[in-house]
């Protein structure tokens, strides 16, 4: 899996995010800046980003996500 694919993803379940992702191949680190993010604690922000990439992670074809995920604040 490349870089802008996972980067893809993240924009289409959370539209309007800043996305920039890095990465292997398999394991990948995310920024993700969105204001979807506001109010809510660094659990339920990395929970919304794994969401756009869990079809992915259960079938292998993404191993690994770490997610840095901020308010625009």
């Known amino acids: 899996m490349e870089t802008e694919t996972v980067a893809d993803l993240i924009r289409q379940g959370l539209p309007g995010a800043e996305v920039e992702v890095s990465g292997d ?4 680190e995310a920024r993700v800046v969105s204001a ?4 809510l ?3 339920k922000r990395e929970r919304l980003v794994m969401d756009t990439v869990r079809p ?5 074809e993404l191993h690994a ?9």
């Open 25 to 28: 191949g398999r394991h990948f």
């Open 36 to 39: 979807a993010f506001e109010g």
């Open 41 to 43: 604690t660094p659990l």
């Open 56 to 60: 992915q992670i259960a079938s292998g």
């Open 65 to 73: 996500l770490s997610v840095r995920a901020r308010t625009p604040a």
